[in-house]
């Protein structure tokens, strides 16, 4: 094996969870968690509120077994679902270079749909959200149910290189956005049909299925673990097509081997499942840009800004 200095090469990993449960202390907790990542060298982005924690750190692998067996000891977080998946590297000094720096904020809502007072948290998570379904579950379901409708829990550019076959993808740039969306009235053809709302890890879905039951959907479900859970049971033999959007270095994953590239560029339109922030840096957008025209960094969500000068 190869070795640095006088151990094991360190593997670079990153975990990926949530947990949703009543906290009384949000900043007593985010402060415990800011010192016990900082003390492993773990990185990445950390969010704490009343109805509990959401997190994607990366680091070294003994470093996140390490951060898993101090989160158990807190009765609240005993039972989060951890999700692993590789990371890009370590540096010297054994910091993720999946992530730039370590964020752990305190904030009202742990996924921010802008309407706190709507979430309901209790010991046992989401209160009146929709039914959870294994991955073997939801091929289940579709097949016993042809009007089933997979419905995205993720913005439009996320989306746009990666999705369920014939899922339904809400005009959204962020998560605010769901709340306008399903009260315009546009789906309520669906009230009376399943559907299976998903997202990344699981936890905007959490709180998206409770929004629609409260406004109305009959028949609410949402994937165990999200899109990374049902990428560990069926790869890209299943109903997923293209890759996998993740909020770090990695940009875009793919689920399994030789997956269908869904995404075009926003400038040519070639296939590519390459994302790429604007070139302005007064703009947010982060777009689906082939290499060639990314290569060019006079362009500005789909534009071309005027020269300087």
Not at 23 to 45: F, H, I, N, T, Y
Not at 47 to 62: D, F, Q
Request: glycine share 12%; proline share 6%.
């Amino acid at each position: 094996m190869w070795t640095r200095h006088n151990g094991p090469v360190p593997v670079p990993k990153i975990l990926l969870y949530y947990r949703f449960t009543p906290l009384a202390d949000p900043e007593a907790v985010r402060l415990w968690q800011w010192e016990l990542c900082r003390s492993l060298k773990l990185r990445g982005r950390i969010i704490v509120s009343p109805h509990g924690i959401n997190g994607t750190v990366g680091g070294a692998v003994e470093a996140c077994k390490q951060y898993i067996k101090a989160c158990r000891t807190y009765p609240a977080f005993r039972d989060i679902d951890w999700k692993w998946s590789e990371g890009t590297g370590l540096d010297a000094e054994g910091y993720s270079l999946d992530f730039p720096k370590l964020r752990v904020r305190a904030r009202d809502e742990i996924v921010s749909f802008g309407v706190p007072g709507e979430v309901e948290v209790d010991a046992e998570g989401i209160v009146g959200g929709g039914t959870h379904l294994s991955p073997d579950e939801v091929h289940e379901l579709v097949e016993s149910h042809p009007d089933a409708v997979f419905f995205d829990g993720r913005n439009a550019i996320e989306a746009a290189v990666g999705r369920f076959r014939g899922a339904i993808v809400p005009d959204t740039s962020t998560t605010h956005d769901f709340v306008r969306e399903l009260d315009s009235g546009k789906y309520d053809h669906l009230k009376d049909r399943p559907v299976i709302t998903y997202c990344t890890g699981g936890i905007r879905c959490e709180v998206l299925s409770a929004l629609m039951r409260h406004r109305g959907f009959e028949q609410v479900y949402q994937i165990e673990g999200g899109i990374v859970r049902y990428g560990e049971r069926f790869g890209n033999t299943g109903l997923w097509e293209g890759g996998l959007t993740v909020f770090d270095k990695r940009s875009v994953v793919d689920l399994g081997p030789d997956a269908t590239v869904i995404g075009r560029c926003h400038r040519c339109g070639e296939p590519t499942s390459r994302l790429q922030n604007c070139s302005d840096p007064a703009c947010q957008e982060r777009l689906v840009t082939c290499p060639g025209c990314g290569d060019d960094q006079n362009w500005c969500g789909g534009h071309t800004p005027t020269p300087a000068g």
